[in-house]
């Protein structure tokens, strides 16, 4: 749909279209728009909002990029214009899925990345916690040692024998 959207604002820039003419090509079309709907569609950013399709870009986009001259001598068969402009509708909409899709996998993607930082962080955070209790458990040991030495030296000094204990 950002594609689109440029497309539109670069139709309405080169023939410098005021919004009540776009306003009424869109009811020559049989479509109808809002002032307040172009405003935002033509506002600037607006590329990376979300418009419904079918009911605020699709008609703009008839007005603005359907080439009437196409369906000239055809009028035999109106059927035939018929699905030509439902298909074209639905390859409009098809990009716009595929727009939408793209964006949603670059989010999956962002999102991703954030996840894998958390756990690389977390790893750092795991492996220094893991060294910190392992000093923890060397100096237990050796505060642990230094009291057996100090009770066997209390021991001695009595005179008993660690034998007799």
């Given at each position: 749909?950002?594609?689109?959207?440029?497309?539109?604002?670069?139709?309405?820039?080169?023939?410098g279209l005021t919004y009540q003419k776009i306003i009424d090509m869109?009811?020559?079309?049989?479509?109808?728009?809002?002032?307040?709907?172009?405003?935002?569609?033509?506002?600037?950013?607006?590329?990376?909002?979300?418009?419904?399709?079918?009911?605020?870009?699709?008609?703009?986009?008839?007005?603005?990029?359907?080439?009437?001259?196409?369906?000239?001598?055809?009028?035999?068969?109106?059927?035939?214009?018929?699905?030509?402009?439902?298909?074209?509708?639905?390859?409009?909409?098809?990009?716009?899925?595929?727009?939408?899709?793209?964006?949603?996998?670059?989010?999956?993607?962002?999102?991703?990345?954030?996840?894998?930082?958390?756990?690389?962080?977390?790893?750092?955070?795991?492996?220094?916690?893991?060294?910190?209790?392992?000093?923890?458990?060397?100096?237990?040991?050796?505060?642990?040692?230094?009291?057996?030495?100090?009770?066997?030296?209390?021991?001695?000094?009595?005179?008993?024998?660690?034998?007799?204990?």
């Amino acid at each position: 749909m950002k594609d689109i959207i440029v497309k539109l604002k670069r139709v309405r820039n080169a023939k410098g279209l005021t919004y009540q003419k776009i306003i009424d090509m869109v009811k020559s079309n049989g479509d109808d728009i809002s002032k307040a709907t172009l405003s935002r569609i033509f506002a600037e950013g607006s590329e990376s909002r979300q418009f419904n399709y079918r009911n605020s870009i699709l008609p703009v986009e008839r007005a603005l990029l359907c080439d009437k001259k196409m369906f000239d001598g055809i009028e035999s068969s109106k059927e035939l214009k018929r699905q030509l402009f439902d298909k074209t509708i639905r390859i409009y909409e098809l990009e716009s899925l595929v727009d939408e899709l793209k964006s949603k996998n670059e989010k999956l993607k962002n999102d991703i990345e954030f996840q894998e930082q958390e756990i690389k962080e977390d790893r750092k955070w795991i492996d220094y916690l893991e060294k910190s209790l392992r000093k923890e458990e060397d100096y237990t040991d050796k505060v642990l040692q230094l009291y057996y030495n100090c009770l066997d030296m209390r021991i001695e000094s009595c005179g008993i024998s660690q034998k007799t204990i």
